[in-house]
C-alpha cells in the first residue's frame, strides 16, 4: 500500500471508528480532521520535494546542454584551425554531456510521473478529507440535536414528577373545598327550612330539662322533709 493509500485508510478507518464510539464525537472529530489536514500538509510538502529534485535536475541539464553547445563550437573552431586532436577531445566531451544529458531526461521524465501521480493523489485525498469533513459536520449537528433532544426529556421527566405533586395537591385542595362547599349548602338549607335554630337550641333544651329534673328532686326532697316534720308534730297531739 502506497503513502496515498494508506491516508485514504487513514480517513475511512478514523471515520468508522469515531461513528462507532459512544462518546462525545465532536472533539475526537474535529481533531481527527485536523490531524488528516496535516497529512494533506505532509503529502503537499512531498510533492513540492519531488518539484524541487526535478527543477534541480533540469537545471543541471540545461548547463549540460550549454556546455554541449560550447564543445561543439569548439570542435568546429579546432577543425577550422586543423587541430584535429583538439577537435576530437571537445566531441568526447561532448558526447559525455550527451549521454549523461539523456540520462537526466529519463530521470526527469520519471520524477515529472511521480508528480503527475502525487498530485492527483493530493487531489483524490483532499476531496476525501473534504468529505470527511462534511460528515464530521453532519454527525456533530446530529449529536448536537440528540442532546438537546435529551436534555429536554429530561426536562419534562422532571415536569411530569412535578405536575404530579401538583395535579395530588389540586385533588386534597378540590376535596377540602367541595367538603366546604357541602357544609355551606347544607347549612343554607337548614336555615331557609328554618331548622337552624332548633338545631342550634338543642344544647339550651337539654340544660332546661336538666334544671327541670334537679329542680323537681330540690322540691320532691323538700316535700319529704316537710311531711317528716308535721308527721312529727301529729304523734304527740294524738297522744294527749
Known amino acids: 500500500m502506497g503513502l496515498i493509500g494508506r491516508f485514504l485508510f487513514v480517513v475511512r478507518s478514523k471515520l468508522n471508528a469515531l461513528l462507532n464510539r459512544a462518546g462525545d464525537p465532536s472533539a475526537e472529530l474535529d481533531y481527527s480532521y485536523e490531524q488528516l489536514r496535516d497529512q494533506l500538509q505532509d503529502v503537499t510538502r512531498g510533492i513540492a520535494d519531488v518539484t524541487t529534485q526535478?527543477?534541480?535536475?533540469?537545471?543541471?541539464?540545461?548547463?549540460?546542454?550549454?556546455?554541449?553547445?560550447?564543445?561543439?563550437?569548439?570542435?568546429?573552431?579546432?577543425?577550422?584551425?586543423?587541430?584535429?586532436?583538439?577537435?576530437?577531445?571537445?566531441l568526447e566531451k561532448k558526447q559525455a554531456h550527451v549521454s549523461e544529458i539523456a540520462d537526466l531526461?529519463?530521470?526527469?521524465?520519471?520524477?515529472?510521473?511521480?508528480?503527475?501521480?502525487?498530485?492527483?493523489?493530493?487531489?483524490e485525498l483532499s476531496s476525501q478529507i473534504e468529505q470527511f469533513r462534511t460528515h464530521k459536520e453532519t454527525v456533530k449537528a446530529r449529536y448536537e440535536a440528540a442532546e438537546a433532544s435529551a436534555r429536554v426529556s429530561e426536562a419534562f421527566t422532571g415536569v411530569g414528577d412535578t405536575m404530579a405533586d401538583v395535579s395530588r395537591s389540586i385533588e386534597r385542595a378540590t376535596e377540602r373545598t367541595e367538603r366546604m362547599e357541602a357544609r355551606a349548602a347544607a347549612l343554607e338549607e337548614l336555615e331557609e327550612t328554618g331548622q337552624l335554630e332548633s338545631v342550634l337550641d338543642d344544647g339550651d333544651d337539654i340544660d332546661r330539662e336538666l334544671d327541670r329534673v334537679s329542680t323537681e328532686r330540690a322540691v320532691d326532697y323538700e316535700l319529704e322533709s316537710l311531711r317528716a316534720e308535721l308527721g312529727s308534730k301529729a304523734e304527740p297531739e294524738a297522744a294527749d
Do not use: F
Not at 550549454?66 to 577531445?89: F, I, P, S, T, W
Not at 531526461?105 to 487531489?123: F, M, P, S, W, Y
Open 54 to 90: 526535478k527543477k534541480r535536475l533540469e537545471i543541471h541539464r540545461r548547463r549540460l546542454r550549454e556546455n554541449v553547445e560550447k564543445y561543439d563550437g569548439q570542435a568546429r573552431e579546432a577543425m577550422r584551425q586543423e587541430r584535429e586532436d583538439l577537435a576530437r577531445r571537445a
Open 105 to 123: 531526461t529519463d530521470q526527469i521524465d520519471e520524477l515529472q510521473g511521480t508528480q503527475d501521480r502525487l498530485v492527483g493523489k493530493r487531489a
